[in-house]
């Protein structure tokens, strides 16, 4: 359980409390979750999660591997036939739900952990190499991460965008857009859009009403 608060006396409080009911041990300052490293130096909390990245390499074979410049290739259209079916889907499987939870402080990858992870079902050879890709691209930005100060301004923004028509099969559009408070990314999400727009303004008005 992780307790947050500016109120010192509260979380004492709250700790006691909760012992009452529950054996419970205090772990101090948080440092570290399942895959996770928090770090903070003066007022700045950093989320890394170098050491995940560096198991999911080595699982996928890869820690010897070349650097990738990018997640995939720009405007990159995958089809659910492309390649060879895969003849054990497991390590797909497991490599793309571990991307996923990468993307907890990653929001770069999402769009591209996106794609990879349509075909969960009938993975294929060309899918596989893309998810490869990914990997190799992590290889270079270890140690990239989500940071957040004290000092950022309390102001909301929200960027978006949209392709059109961008996924073969269907022809819809996926849509993506950050949060940000000052300069502290809150939330995001990569996702594809429910109905065919017939415009790509019509894909990019249909973000508002996510």
């Known amino acids: 359980m992780i307790i947050t608060s500016d109120d010192n006396s509260g979380i004492h409080e709250l700790k006691q409390f909760l012992c009452q009911y529950f054996e419970m041990k205090d772990l101090g300052s948080l440092s570290y979750l399942p895959g996770l490293k928090v770090s903070s130096i003066s007022d700045v909390y950093s989320l890394t999660q170098a050491k995940y990245a560096s198991d999911l390499l080595t699982r996928a074979g890869l820690t010897d591997c070349k650097i990738a410049d990018s997640p995939l290739e720009p405007n990159i259209k995958l089809h659910p036939t492309d390649g060879k079916l ?7 499987r497991q490599l793309v739900g ?16 996106y ?3 349509q075909f969960m079902s009938a993975p294929r050879s060309i899918h596989h190499a893309d998810v490869l890709c990914i990997l190799r691209y992590m290889k270079g930005t270890l140690f990239h991460g989500l940071h957040f100060s004290s000092h950022s301004y309390l102001t909301l923004k929200v960027y978006f965008d949209a392709d059109w028509a961008g996924t073969p099969t269907d022809c819809r559009s996926t849509i993506g857009f950050p949060f940000l408070l000052g300069d502290s990314l809150i939330s995001w999400r990569s996702k594809k859009q429910t109905t065919v727009a017939r415009s790509s303004t019509e894909a990019e008005y249909r973000v508002n009403q996510h």
């Open 86 to 92: 895969l003849p054990d889907a497991t390590l797909y």
């Open 98 to 113: 571990s991307l996923i939870y990468f993307t907890a402080t990653r929001p770069h990858i999402a769009y591209a952990v």
């Open 115 to 117: 794609l990879v992870s």
